[in-house]
């Protein structure tokens, strides 16, 4: 099945900072979100995301279809960004949604 | 409009028990998904549908069962329950777009 990697693994930013997470997937996908899972569980959608760039206030986003990777941006970190982060993907050609294994993201302030 | 509803919220399960998890939809989507999520850890993939009638196995089926019946209910079966089966279960709806329910968090004791 397909492989996504995200990194860093962990990310511990002071409020006001930037940052980047990654995601890396091995196969053409037809769909990428982006989901933050804040300290109470709940999965909330970022991003749908299968290629181009999009905007949303600090958090914005690129993939990279042809590359097989897609960015997370965060700017001006608040500590209601902290959570894990989560890329998940779906193949052309299958019907399953994969996630990788999250960043977790700690923002001090 | 409710989207994606799940029940229980909470449940304390007996060795050996046998219960049913609900999920059900109002956004009309043929693909529906479970989840589960240990603690510390990503979603894994139990189960998912694209439509009545049709269920697929996903990454970590064993000791769950399913049905689709309707387009709007997708309920998930466990058995014989074991403490392996602790966790937080997620359903999520989306034929693009995936969207997330609440989460049921699962005790087995």
């Known amino acids: 099945g397909i492989q996504v990697e995200q990194s860093p693994p962990d990310l511990i930013l002071q409020e006001g900072a930037n940052s980047t997470l990654r995601c890396n997937f091995s196969d053409s996908v037809n769909n990428l979100q982006w989901f933050h899972q804040n300290p109470w569980g709940q999965l909330i959608n970022l991003f749908y995301i299968p290629s181009g760039t999009k905007q949303n206030g600090r958090l914005s986003a690129t993939t990279v279809a042809t590359e097989r990777y897609s960015l997370l941006y965060i700017s001006s970190s608040q500590t209601t960004d902290s959570g894990v982060y989560f890329c998940?993907?779906?193949?052309?050609?299958?019907?399953?949604?994969?996630f990788g294994a999250g960043t977790t993201v700690t923002v001090r302030a | 409009n409710a989207g994606v509803t799940q029940t229980p919220k909470f449940r304390i399960l007996k060795i050996g028990q046998s219960m049913t998890l609900q999920c059900t939809q109002d956004?009309?989507?043929?693909?529906m998904y479970w989840y589960r999520q240990d603690p510390g850890m990503g979603l894994k993939l139990i189960y998912y549908?694209?439509?009545?009638?049709?269920?697929d196995k996903g990454e970590v089926p064993n000791g769950y069962n399913v049905s689709r019946s309707t387009t709007e209910d997708f309920p998930l079966r466990l058995e014989l329950a074991a403490p392996s089966q602790t966790s937080v279960y997620f359903c999520?709806?989306?034929?693009?777009?995936?969207?997330f329910g609440q989460g049921t968090r699962l005790t087995v004791v």
């Open positions: 549908s694209v439509g009545a009638g049709i269920t």
């Open positions: 956004m009309n989507h043929n693909y």
């Open positions: 999520a709806v989306g034929d693009s777009e995936a969207f």
């Open positions: 998940a993907v779906r193949l052309y050609y299958d019907y399953k949604l994969s």
